[in-house]
């Protein structure tokens, strides 16, 4: 037998251990002349433990506020230390902005980085996927305010649908 990956979900958590089993078909993967192999029976693959409901997500009007806040605050952080950075290096309409712009900028993205950890949803990626709508509906509304690029209609049918897109994928049940 060969010792496989076999990953195990249980309540929302991945687990994963070593196995040896002779009886599981394994699927090679090739990527770069290596082949992994990974096995999941489906006896083992479990997303919901029936019995355990308390790791289970759900929105409340508190949580939505908190993390719409986040999401705006992360925004705010990564638009206004991108634009400081911009500033610094290409300006806008032939006026630059002095070097500790770029540097001060640098700082707020750093800081950004660490603002998404406080959302109460665990989804790294779902998080960062929702956060997308938000930052592009904020980056043309603070593109026009720090630099006067007024959005247009396309921005602003694009805007509307991407945060359609984005609060289906925040608010859609799960569990």
């Given at each position: 037998?060969?010792?496989?990956?076999?990953?195990?979900?249980?309540?929302?958590?991945?687990?994963?251990?070593?196995?040896?089993?002779?009886?599981?078909?394994?699927?090679?993967?090739?990527?770069s002349?290596?082949?992994?192999?990974?096995?999941?029976?489906?006896?083992?693959?479990?997303?919901?433990?029936?019995?355990?409901?308390?790791?289970?997500?759900?929105?409340?009007?508190?949580?939505?506020?908190?993390?719409?806040?986040?999401f705006?605050?992360?925004?705010?952080?990564?638009?206004?230390?991108?634009?400081?950075?911009?500033?610094?290096?290409?300006?806008?309409?032939?006026?630059?902005?002095?070097?500790?712009?770029?540097?001060?900028?640098?700082?707020?993205?750093?800081?950004?980085?660490?603002?998404?950890?406080?959302?109460?949803?665990?989804?790294?990626?779902?998080?960062?996927?929702?956060?997308?709508?938000?930052?592009i509906?904020?980056?043309?509304?603070?593109?026009?305010?720090?630099?006067?690029d007024?959005?247009?209609?396309?921005?602003?049918?694009?805007?509307?649908?991407?945060?359609?897109?984005?609060?289906?994928?925040?608010?859609?049940?799960?569990?």
């Amino acid at each position: 037998g060969f010792p496989v990956l076999t990953v195990l979900c249980h309540a929302s958590r991945i687990q994963t251990r070593t196995d040896i089993n002779e009886q599981t078909h394994h699927t090679p993967y090739i990527r770069s002349n290596t082949t992994f192999m990974m096995s999941v029976p489906s006896d083992d693959l479990k997303l919901i433990d029936e019995d355990d409901k308390s790791d289970t997500f759900e929105w409340s009007a508190l949580k939505i506020a908190w993390a719409i806040s986040i999401f705006i605050i992360a925004g705010l952080a990564e638009i206004f230390g991108g634009w400081m950075v911009w500033a610094a290096i290409r300006g806008n309409k032939d006026v630059t902005k002095p070097w500790w712009f770029a540097l001060i900028g640098s700082l707020i993205l750093v800081l950004y980085g660490f603002i998404p950890c406080a959302q109460p949803m665990d989804s790294f990626g779902r998080i960062y996927a929702v956060y997308g709508g938000f930052f592009i509906v904020m980056s043309f509304l603070l593109g026009w305010a720090l630099d006067g690029d007024q959005p247009d209609l396309g921005d602003v049918v694009g805007g509307v649908i991407a945060m359609v897109g984005v609060l289906v994928v925040m608010l859609w049940p799960r569990g």
